[in-house]
């Protein structure tokens, strides 16, 4: 029997080690914020390297898009629509499509394994790569906002709302996409769900709502980015009505804290498969 100083235990009492001969010492397990930014870091520097390629695409797709909807809408509620879904669509694209090939390659390539090897809590490996995803949209979703409301006419007075709605809905998306890929039983099926995902956002939230029929709207109302498509949308008029984007950006941070409570716990399923 022998006593174990009180400086390396939890809490800061003594205590007995009572275990066996040989028996080996497990270390403390990792708290949940410095295993997230562990993870944030690995990964935002991974997508540095592997997604710059990949960002330019989103932000000439959305350009693309803004620029064909210029020849049919001419302004007003319709080009706001446009310019905050097409912006959004950035987020979608990477936190959305990509995140859910990403999780999807790791289930099958055996990368969870190595994850569940680490003293880490699960909710710090889906946190840290979905926020990495989300952070890795910001310059795309900024010069898409720019560049459309240069080309609609739009103010830029409340662009500054961006770091709002970038984040929140990022949340909403790439806990969603985690949950996609670790929950689809082949990578192939989870590129699919990815690709139909943002295919979703794409026309549910750049098509303005007004010329959607009633059943479409409905959907448009169960997607998670309709809420940060609306807050952005709002703040383009001249006295805009903040209860109504706080009330969009709640939402949206609610449906964020649910998908990424469910990507944790996807991610705890496929682990111990």
Do not use: K
């Not at 499509?97 to 999807?104: C, M, S």
């Not at 055996?110 to 809590?121: C, E, I, Q, W």
């Not at 479409?216 to 009505?241: C, I, K, Q």
Request: proline share 7%; aromatic share 8%; net charge neutral.
């Amino acid at each position: 029997m022998s006593v174990v100083s009180a400086d390396v235990l939890p809490g800061g009492a003594l205590a007995v080690e009572d275990a066996p001969p040989g028996a080996a010492e497990l270390g403390p397990r990792a708290r949940l914020w410095p295993s997230m930014a562990a993870v944030y870091r690995a990964q935002l520097s991974r997508a540095r390297v592997a997604r710059i390629p990949l960002l330019f695409v989103a932000t000439f797709q959305s350009v693309g898009i803004m620029i064909l909807m210029r020849g049919v809408v001419d302004g007003g509620g319709e080009a706001e629509a446009v310019v905050a879904g097409s912006s959004v669509l950035v987020v979608a694209f990477v936190a959305l499509n990509l995140l859910a090939q990403y999780f999807g390659q790791l289930r099958a390539s055996g990368g969870l394994d190595h994850y569940a090897t680490l003293p880490v809590p699960p909710a710090a490996v889906v946190l840290g790569a979905a926020g990495a995803y989300a952070s890795f949209t910001v310059p795309g979703t900024v010069v898409t906002a720019v560049f459309g409301s240069v080309l609609f006419g739009l103010p830029m007075t409340h662009l500054w709302v961006l770091v709002a709605v970038i984040p929140l809905a990022g949340a909403a998306l790439a806990g969603l996409g985690a949950a996609l890929g670790l929950l689809a039983p082949r990578p192939e099926l989870a590129t699919l769900l990815g690709q139909l995902g943002m295919s979703a956002a794409l026309l549910l939230g750049v098509l303005p709502a007004d010329r959607m029929p009633g059943a479409v709207r409905f959907a448009r109302d169960l997607l998670p980015s309709t809420y940060g498509v609306e807050a952005f949308a709002r703040t383009f008029g001249p006295h805009p009505d903040w209860a109504f984007v706080l009330g969009d950006l709640a939402v949206c941070g609610a449906v964020g804290v649910v998908s990424l409570a469910v990507a944790t716990w996807a991610y705890r399923r496929a682990a111990v498969r």
